[in-house]
Every structure is written in structure tokens, then in C-alpha cells.
């Protein structure tokens, strides 16, 4: 049997979806305004995933870089810090920085604001998702190959997809279990900045790396242990994605 191929999807498309939908249900009546006078119908959960259709388009192949950010080994929090500040190549931290401009831009056409938003939502998926603050080395997890109940599979793989999966959950289903932050989280999480969600999302990624070694057996324990985790993680990512839009449509 193959390897699975090398994947650079964040959460799948239930985890897109949770994130989104956690979000919206965090939002200010002004900003449920503002995205809807951009997205109309289409809700933040449904608009999420259009940055993983649109690999299909070669047109959009410039996009790539946007879903991750590689981050060494080894930092503290103010280095990951300062690795922000001087990394000026395109990145997902760079990139929604850019889409919120874009979005608060009174000129900004309704063509710009519309990738924007559909951007914005997925890659702030992506940057919560801890594998897409990982290693360059290995492609995010990419390279670590181990076995998911069995078959084979990739660390990358099994954050992105297979552990969302095994919980047998709608994104609906899921958004609704887990959004329950506790007063304490959501007063940090609302006071976090951008870089303190990247830096969250790097810590998670080393507790992965440190707990998951190449060519493991995965199964329920793993479940066991990381399903808190990647709990936290989705939930983060909606409130993250919530604030932005707060602040956007403040």
C-alpha cells in the first residue's frame, strides 16, 4: 500500500466548517452585517473551504503559500514573535493581516472583498490548525508517516482529517459541542492578538511532535489523548476568526 499523498488542507472540510460556524455565532450584530453584505446567503461555514476548491483553478495556484506557516523548532513565545515580524515572504499570518486590510478598505472593489472574506475565514482555520505552524523539514507533518487504525497515513494527515472524522460529528453537531468556552477563556482568547493565536497553535504542534513519534500506531489512544486538544484548537479558531471580524466591523 502507497502512502497517502502529501496534503496542505487544514481541518478537512468539517474543521473549516467548525471554525466557521463557531465564529458566527461569536460576531456583533455589525459585523454579522458586513459579512453578510459580502457573502449574502452563503454562511462563514459554507464559505470556508472555497480556499481548498480553488486548488483546482490553476489560476489561483498563487494562493499556496497562504495556508501555513513554517515555523522552526525550539522558539519561545517571543521568538516566535520576532520570527513574525522578520518573515515577510507569503504566509498565513502575513496573508490574513493583508485580507483584513483589504476588507476594511472603503475602496476595495466587491470582487477584492469577496476573495478576501473567503480567504480570511479558511486561513484563520489554517492557522489554528497546529500542523500549519510546523516544521519546513518535514512539510508540516507531511513527512512523518505513521499508521491511523491500521492504515497509512501522515501526521499532517491525521490533524487535517482523521481525527475529526473518527468523532463522528456534523460540523454542526460539532460547532454545538464544543461551543462552550469557559468565562476564563473567552476573556483571554478575546484579548489575544493574531501572533498569540500563532503562538498557541506552535505550542500545540510541539506537544503533537514530542507525543507523536514517526512510523506510530495511532488508534483510540491517541484519540484519547488529543481529542482536548483539537477541541481547543477548532474552538480557538473560531473565536480568533470571530474577533477579527469584530474588530473589522467595529
Known sequence: MAYLPLNANAWGMLGHRIVG???????SKKALKGVRGIL??????????????????????????????????????QGVFNFLDTDHDANVYNKVIEMTVILKNHESTAAQKLLAMRMLVHMVGDLNQPMHTARKEDLGG????????????????????ALIGYQQLSYTEYAAAINHPSKEQLTAWKSNSLKDFVYGSYEACNKIYAETKPEAKL????????????????????????????????
Open 21 to 27: 460556524q463557531v465564529a458566527e455565532a461569536h460576531l
Open 40 to 77: 449574502g446567503s452563503e454562511s462563514l461555514a459554507m464559505a470556508s473551504n472555497w480556499g481548498d476548491f480553488i486548488k483546482s483553478d490553476t489560476a489561483y495556484n498563487y494562493l499556496y503559500n497562504w495556508h501555513f506557516v513554517n515555523l522552526p523548532g525550539g522558539l519561545d513565545k
Open 142 to 161: 507531511n513527512k512523518v508517516y505513521v499508521t491511523w487504525f491500521g492504515e497509512k497515513s501522515n501526521l499532517h494527515r491525521v490533524w487535517d482529517e
Open 219 to 250: 488508534s483510540y489512544k491517541y484519540n484519547y489523548d488529543f481529542a482536548g486538544l483539537l477541541d481547543t484548537q477548532l474552538l480557538k479558531g473560531g473565536i480568533c476568526l470571530a474577533n477579527i471580524l469584530n474588530e473589522i466591523y467595529s
